[in-house]
Nanobody, 118 residues
Framework: VQLQASGGGLVQAGGSLRLSCAASGRTISSYALGWFRQAPGKEREFVAAIKWSGSTYYADSMKGRFTISRHNANNTVYLQMNSLEPDDTGVYYC?????????????WGQGTLVTVSS
């Protein structure tokens, strides 16, 4: 399984970004896909995950502003981020693994940097 994240960039507080993760591999449909993030000087934290069926799971702090979705035909998962805040700054990683992905991951993408300016 390979994961290629993209879509990061610089955005002002209150703005939006959509991250994409292209997944490939014969067994990719067996796994949940999701996102983690790591802020400067902090540990990596879970953001959201989605099953092949479309069921989703969010970290409590991400509910309401972030939306995860999945396009099965092209094996791509998206993270729509709205009302961004400076504390959302960090490297966002795409991941794949068993549901709900929070504590156990099997594959990681390379990460995409999101910078939110105040």
């Amino acid at each position: 399984v390979q994961l290629q994240a993209s879509g990061g960039g610089l955005v002002q507080a209150g703005g939006s970004l959509r991250l994409s993760c292209a997944a490939s591999g014969r067994t990719i449909s067996s796994y949940a896909l999701g996102w983690f993030r790591q802020a400067p000087g902090k540990e990596r934290e879970f953001v959201a995950a989605i099953k092949w069926s479309g069921s989703t799971y969010y970290a409590d702090s991400m509910k309401g502003r972030f939306t995860i979705s999945r396009h099965n035909a092209n094996n791509t998962v998206y993270l729509q981020m709205n009302s961004l805040e400076p504390d959302d700054t960090g490297v966002y990683y795409c991941a794949a693994g068993p549901w709900p992905l929070v504590r156990v991951t099997k594959y990681w993408g390379q990460g995409t940097l999101v910078t939110v300016s105040s």
